[in-house]
């Protein structure tokens, strides 16, 4: 198993904005981190991005193994668990028929998810509640937003 958290953050909404992962290969004993910025973004780019970039810097030789994504954003979780089957089926809009917003992004990280056999777990962690992985990632996308 790969092991991932993943965060974004905003000053402002929109805003400077920087994205954040750890990520951890269940035979490796440390965790290898990126981060990345935004001069003008939301804060749900960045959760978006942070995932996108994650599962870009897993290793190719990681085929067949089960990569979990815990993510403190329920907007990126529930919408890869579910909102993202009914939006394609509506041609990407909402069920009240608006566009879905950071459509590029959810395009990207839906295409790279269906690339991975398994594909990707996404599960929600709460937010500010300790865990220590949640924290530091909460930590690197605040740090990489200050200096966009």
């Given at each position: ?7 974004g ?6 805003g ?16 290898r ?11 749900n ?20 193994i ?14 890869m668990n579910?909102?993202i ?28 998810s ?8 996404f ?5 500010h509640?300790?865990?220590?992985e949640?924290e530091?990632?909460?930590q690197?996308?605040?740090k ?5």
């Amino acid at each position: 198993m790969i092991e991932v958290f993943t965060d974004g953050a905003c000053l402002g909404n929109p805003g400077k904005g920087g994205w954040a992962a750890r990520i951890k290969h269940h035979e490796q004993s440390q965790w290898r981190e990126i981060c990345g910025s935004e001069k003008i973004t939301t804060n749900n780019r960045m959760e978006l991005t942070a995932a996108i970039k994650a599962i870009e810097n897993i290793e190719k030789t990681s085929e067949n193994i089960l990569i979990v994504i815990r993510s403190d954003s329920q907007y990126l979780v529930k919408g890869m668990n579910s909102w993202i089957v009914d939006w394609q089926k509506r041609g990407w809009r909402t069920a009240a028929k608006k566009p879905v917003q950071n459509v590029d992004l959810w395009k990207q990280l839906l295409q790279l998810s269906l690339n991975l056999n398994p594909k990707p777990q996404f599960l929600w962690v709460k937010g500010h509640e300790g865990n220590i992985e949640n924290e530091k990632v909460d930590q690197m996308a605040k740090k990489a937003a200050q200096h966009a």
